[in-house]
């Protein structure tokens, strides 16, 4: 499984399912208020563009 890391440190699940990855975001982004959404998005996207398909 892989994770990309907020710059607080926090771990979102990287998944296969952009309606689920656009979620977790939302989610940390109530929890962390002063969360770089677009750091997170790329990094998201950086994790997923190298993901094995298997
Ligand atoms: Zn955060």
Known sequence: MQFVECTCGEKI??????????????NHLGDHKDADEQF???????????????
């Open 13 to 26: 699940l990287v998944v296969p399912d952009v309606a689920a990855m656009s979620m977790a975001v939302k």
């Open 40 to 54: 997170l998005i790329a990094q998201i996207f950086e994790a997923a563009s190298t993901q094995t398909q298997s």
